[in-house]
């Protein structure tokens, strides 16, 4: 069973940076893609960038420019850095463990609030 922790939320004013940590552990060769999704409040959850095994990676419109997701293989980590932050980044944080169908395992998630 893959298991994913994130980290690296927080307050951060607009205009700001952040970056989230996904540390992944345990079956990590079941593991197509790592993707990250965020939810906001009263709103679907929502993807918003994946990085492949093989280093491809797909970013949604909103955060084209504003977000880079990278890997540590090494360290079993991938990161979203997040730049330019707007308060419609505001939302719990997602990695989520993919295989050809899609996620199959969560973390917990973590809180980005974009404020002043």
């Known amino acids: 069973q893959v298991r994913l922790v994130e980290s690296g939320g927080g307050l951060v004013q607009p205009g700001g940076s952040l970056r989230l940590s996904c540390a992944v552990s345990g079956g990590i060769f079941d593991i197509d893609a790592i993707g990250w999704y965020r939810q906001a409040p009263g709103k679907q959850r929502e993807l918003v960038a994946s990085a492949t095994s093989g280093g491809s990676t797909n970013y949604a419109d909103s955060v084209k420019g504003r977000l880079t997701i990278s890997r540590d293989n090494a360290k079993n980590t991938v990161y979203m850095q997040m730049n330019s932050v707007k308060p419609e980044d505001t939302a719990v944080y997602y990695c989520?463990?993919?295989?050809?169908?899609?996620?199959?395992?969560w973390g917990q998630g973590t809180q980005v609030t974009v404020s002043s």
């Open positions: 989520s463990a993919e295989d050809a169908w899609g996620p199959f395992d």
